[in-house]
């Protein structure tokens, strides 16, 4: 149980339950794991531009399907953060750390996983965000900048670690969290 | 041992014609006159009121014995499960940016993108992902206490012998006394339905012919009502449609139009059907003048406008009964109105109707079951508890297109009947978004940039 909770959005056994009765109302014709389909039919999700992208995170590896547990899984890095808990320095990164949430991020951005957000898949990225409201030099001199300022070794493209840096200061813990109502 | 048999034969047999005697004439005397003539017993509401009593009881002795054994009990909560911000995406990027370089404000406002702008979109993506407005109006509303009823409990677990006991009772009460008695109930008033209207049918057109009509699609539907055991309660009848308008109401199930049939007449709106529903849509229009429309007319939407614009000039015909969400959704939220109805110019009378849960869930998920099915669930819940609000006719204003109406008119059923009044299209049970929502979203997003943009470039 208590694995269970540490790896998990979830806090309480209500929770899970919830969460449980959500995947089983994503999962249309109860197969019992989630396809791209099944996301797509939420609406709100529809209307948000990456949303294509958050439904892909769902699927890293290549997979095709999302059981409950990887469900679960992946919802654990909104998790608020756990103020209280001690620091061991053997313990394996929480899920829900500011570092894994900001990979998260990253891995919205860096589609091919090479450890790099290039030029290229910015532009993607600017483009999904802002279609047909900027031309495309504003787009492409908007991805210029960025990287100009957060490229600290040169390389013409945004690492982890630059990403990383780049948002020191962002209050990440906040806006990465979604907590359960009570 | 032989001799001893005969008697108990005869006497089984007196037994059960006297019985069966009684049974008729219990149902005659108690449901079918009051039905034929509009009145009531009070029967049913004292039934209600009962079960009401019974139900906190059950429900209290859950918690407490959820309690004692430490098993916490699982709670819906029909306000959504997780916190979500109320700001506006705007003011949430606006903040995150604030907070990355407080020092940039002085110059001219926020810088012009920043890699972190894409957390507020992911985490409201992934906040809809685990809770959003339009998927949970699809599927049956959630109770906050236990009905005795183990399809509405998500978590019955064996809690006390008592609450077991009076399930079980309450199993045997529903389905051994009561779905029968509503079946037999069932029958007969969709065959008095189609017997009477035939027959009125040969008579020739007329105010006799209009008066005896109408009191038998009266007397039917009642019969039928009290087949579910509908216990209705009707509000402000002064404001009962009238000839030459459009009934609008919100949708929740095909029961609908059984309960507000029993209380006035209308001309319905429907695709022909074949099998039973057909023969008693054949019957039904031999007695007064339904739309029923062939599966090819509907595509044609002119058509269609066309045969209701008639109907509604003609001051002799019935009003017409129409539910513009075009599909049941689940009687907490009304969703988008379909604007042919409000196209057609004549004084619209809005209905609202709101079930009340605790008794009986009437929302048909016709993606879970067939009608048949839904009609068995129907017949063995407790009963179906509904209040129904007659609103003041509305026109269309001058300068008012036809989806302003329709929104009006929406926004009124939904405050009267207190639904949340939603934007979405209930055609998305079925359908995908369409880009025009990305597209505002993008548009905002933008807004956000460009404007910095202009802002930078002045200073």
Same mark, same amino acid.
């Given at each position: 149980q208590t694995y269970l909770f540490q790896y998990t959005f979830a806090v309480t056994p209500a929770h899970i339950k919830r969460l449980y009765k959500r995947f089983q109302a994503l999962d249309k014709g109860n197969k019992g794991y989630l396809s791209p389909q099944d996301f797509g039919s939420v609406k709100e999700l529809a209307t948000n531009p990456i949303g294509d992208r958050i439904i892909g995170a769902f699927f890293s590896q290549g997979q095709e399907t999302v059981d409950f547990h990887s469900f679960v899984r992946i919802l654990a890095h909104f998790r608020p953060l756990d103020k209280n808990r001690a620091k061991r320095p053997d313990s394996p990164e929480p899920i829900n750390s500011r570092i894994s949430k900001l990979r998260f991020a990253f891995q919205l951005y860096d589609q091919d996983n090479d450890g790099k957000i290039s030029r290229d898949e910015l532009l993607q990225v600017?483009?999904?965000?802002?279609?047909?409201?900027?031309?495309?030099?504003q787009l492409e001199s908007i991805a210029d900048r960025t990287i100009q300022e957060a490229d600290l070794d040169g390389?013409?493209?945004?690492?982890?670690?630059?990403?990383?840096k780049s948002l020191e200061k962002v209050n990440i813990e906040h806006k990465m969290s979604s907590r359960f109502l009570h | 041992m032989a001799w001893y048999i005969f008697p108990l034969n005869n006497l089984l047999c007196m037994l059960l014609g006297i019985s069966f005697t009684v049974w008729f004439t219990l149902l005659l005397v108690f449901i079918i006159v009051p039905a034929i003539f509009g009145v009531s017993f009070g029967i049913r509401r004292l039934y209600m009121k009962t079960l009401l009593k019974i139900f906190e009881w059950a429900t209290l002795r859950m918690e407490r014995g959820a309690k004692e054994r430490n098993h916490p009990l699982y709670k819906p909560?029909?306000?959504? @499960? @997780? %916190?979500?911000?109320?700001?506006?995406?705007?003011e949430e990027i606006q903040e995150v940016r604030r907070s990355a370089s407080p020092r940039e404000l002085g110059s001219g406002g926020a810088a012009e993108f920043d890699v972190s702008d894409i957390f507020c979109f992911c985490r409201r993506g992934v906040e809809s992902i685990v809770d959003d407005e339009v998927t949970k109006r699809f599927s049956a509303e959630e109770l906050e206490f236990w009905n005795l009823l183990t399809r509405s409990s998500c978590h019955f677990q064996h809690?006390?012998?008592?609450?077991?006991?009076?399930?079980?009772?309450?199993?045997?009460?529903?389905?051994?006394?009561?779905?029968?008695?509503?079946?037999?109930? %069932?029958?007969?008033?969709?065959?008095?339905?189609?017997?009477?209207?035939?027959?009125?049918?040969?008579?020739p057109s007329g105010r006799l012919k209009n008066a005896l009509s109408e009191k038998i699609h009266l007397m039917c539907y009642r019969i039928c009502a009290r087949a579910l055991t509908a216990i209705i309660t009707y509000h402000d009848s002064e404001n009962k449609p009238k000839n030459g308008g459009i009934c609008v109401a919100n949708h929740t199930s095909p029961i609908d139009v059984i309960i507000l049939a029993s209380d006035g007449c209308y001309a319905m709106v429907g695709q022909v059907h074949g099998g039973l529903m057909g023969i008693i849509q054949r019957a039904m229009v031999k007695a007064c003048p339904h739309i029923w429309f062939e599966r090819s007319e509907v595509k044609d939407r002119h058509l269609v %406008?066309?045969?209701?614009?008639?109907?509604?000039?003609?001051r002799t015909k019935l009003p017409i009964l129409i539910f513009p969400e075009g599909t049941c959704i689940n009687n907490t939220s009304v969703m988008m109105f379909k604007k042919g109805s409000f196209e057609i110019g004549s004084t619209v009378y809005p209905v609202a109707i709101k079930y009340d849960p605790r008794f009986g869930d009437a929302f048909w998920n016709s993606s879970k079951f067939g009608m048949v099915a839904y009609l068995l669930r129907m017949m063995s819940s407790w009963a179906i508890v509904c209040s129904v609000w007659y609103l003041p006719p509305m026109q269309r204003e001058d300068g008012e297109d036809a989806v302003q109406f329709a929104n009006r008119v929406k926004a009124a059923i939904a405050r009267k009947g207190g639904l949340v009044d939603l934007l979405w299209d209930g055609?998305?049970?079925?359908?995908?978004?369409?880009?025009?929502?990305?597209e505002e979203q993008q548009k905002?997003?933008?807004k956000t940039l460009v404007g910095n943009h202009e802002d930078r470039g002045r200073s």
């Open positions: 600017l483009r999904t965000m802002l279609e047909m409201q900027v031309t495309e030099e390389d013409n493209a945004i690492s982890f670690d630059e990403f990383r | 909560y029909s306000n959504g @499960i @997780i %916190a979500k911000e109320p700001t506006s995406l705007e809690l006390s012998l008592r609450l077991t006991v009076l399930w079980g009772l309450g199993v045997f009460i529903r389905y051994g006394f009561l779905l029968p008695l509503r079946v037999t109930l %069932a029958f007969t008033g969709v065959g008095l339905l189609v017997v009477l209207t035939t027959v009125v049918g040969f008579l %406008a066309k045969r209701l614009s008639d109907h509604v000039e003609d055609g998305l049970k079925r359908g995908k978004v369409k880009d025009v929502f990305k905002l997003y933008s």
